[in-house]
């Protein structure tokens, strides 16, 4: 990752996207400390119970335009449980930027992103890991998030796009070139061998 061409201004902007619930921010951070600590930008600060995915602007202003500029990026991550957003928090223009969340690799942020990972997971098991890690008390807005989801993979679906598929196995992941990649190559990594081995 460190190898490719800046995509963003001085950095590369790494996407995660996959369907709620298919462990896009457990592999990212993991992926982070692989590349030495790279800032993680979590898409669940971006969004709002009234924004689920209408957050470009405001992704746009707090973070793209300043981390193009080579900038520390300042955005006011929301809280889920107040329904507020909360004090400013920066995001430095660090060699790898890692955006994760359902929607990075949306149509208006591809062109910014060095490359787009997925995680390939059916969107019933994470809907359904997903259900269970945030329990009964979350069910009524599990509702709202699929229909959502649905409608908006519908509209600007990003796994067509990606570089890297992604897999949990029992042994780490499995990453394997995405539809955007014309060669067919598969190569496999383990935790022991670090995502950095293979991305």
Do not use: N
């Not at 669940?44 to 080579?70: C, K, S």
């Not at 507020?84 to 928090?89: A, L, S």
């Not at 994470?126 to 989801?149: C, I, K, L, M, N």
């Amino acid at each position: 990752m460190r190898r490719l061409p800046p995509s963003l201004g001085p950095v590369r902007l790494v996407g995660v996207d996959g369907h709620a619930g298919s462990g896009k921010t457990t592999f990212a951070e993991l992926l982070a400390g692989e590349l030495g600590g790279a800032p993680v930008l979590h898409l669940d600060d971006i969004a709002t119970h009234e924004e689920l995915f209408a957050w470009t602007g405001r992704l746009r202003e707090q973070v793209v335009t300043p981390l193009g500029r080579g900038e520390t990026a300042h955005y006011t991550p929301y809280d889920w449980t107040a329904r507020v957003f909360g004090p400013d928090r920066a995001l430095p223009a660090a060699p790898v930027v890692l955006l994760e969340g359902v929607g990075a690799g949306r149509r208006a942020l591809r062109p910014h992103l060095a490359r787009l990972l997925w995680m390939e997971l059916p969107k019933e098991e994470a809907w359904s890991r997903g259900r269970r890690r945030d329990g009964e008390a979350q069910d009524a807005f599990w509702g709202e998030w699929v229909s959502a989801e649905r409608r908006h993979f519908l509209e600007d679906p990003s796994r067509p796009f990606a570089d890297l598929l992604v897999r949990q196995c029992s042994e780490g992941y499995e990453v394997l070139s995405g539809p955007a990649v014309t060669s067919s190559s598969e190569r496999k990594m383990t935790h022991g061998d670090g995502p950095s081995a293979v991305c």
